[in-house]
Nanobody
Framework: VQLVESGGGLVQPGGSLRLSCAAS????????MRWYRQAPGKERELVAA????????NYADSMKGRSTISRDNAKNTVYLQMNSLKPEDTAVYYC?????????????WGQGTQVTVSS
């Protein structure tokens, strides 16, 4: 199982980034996907989530209106488009795959991609 994030980097305040997370080794289309972030000295927090088929999305209040989560099940990839970035968005961003079946929950994590918002 692999989740590989990409697309992070240094961006100026007000700028945009599109993060990608490529999945392999499991049935991607059966898993809900989430983006989390963790800033230095802070707990990991949920940024956005999308259902397995892509029809349901949810966002943290801090990212509502500034981000869009999407997925392409044919490409086994989930995306996070982030706009109007702020310095407080600086963090390592992780993607996560989750599937719950009776009696068991599957959770997979990527290694993260650094996003730095600074002038």
């Amino acid at each position: 199982v692999q989740l590989v994030e990409s697309g992070g980097g240094l961006v100026q305040p007000g700028g945009s980034l599109r993060l990608s997370c490529a999945a392999s080794g499991f049935t991607f289309s059966s898993y809900a996907m989430r983006w989390y972030r963790q800033a230095p000295g802070k707990e990991r927090e949920l940024v956005a989530a999308i259902s397995s088929a892509g029809g349901v999305t949810n966002y943290a209040d801090s990212m509502k209106g500034r981000s869009t989560i999407s997925r392409d099940n044919a490409k086994n990839t989930v995306y996070l488009q982030m706009n109007s970035l702020k310095p407080e968005d600086t963090a390592v961003y992780y993607c996560s795959a989750r599937k719950a079946v009776p009696g068991h929950e599957y959770n997979y994590w990527g290694q993260g991609t650094q996003v730095t918002v600074s002038s």
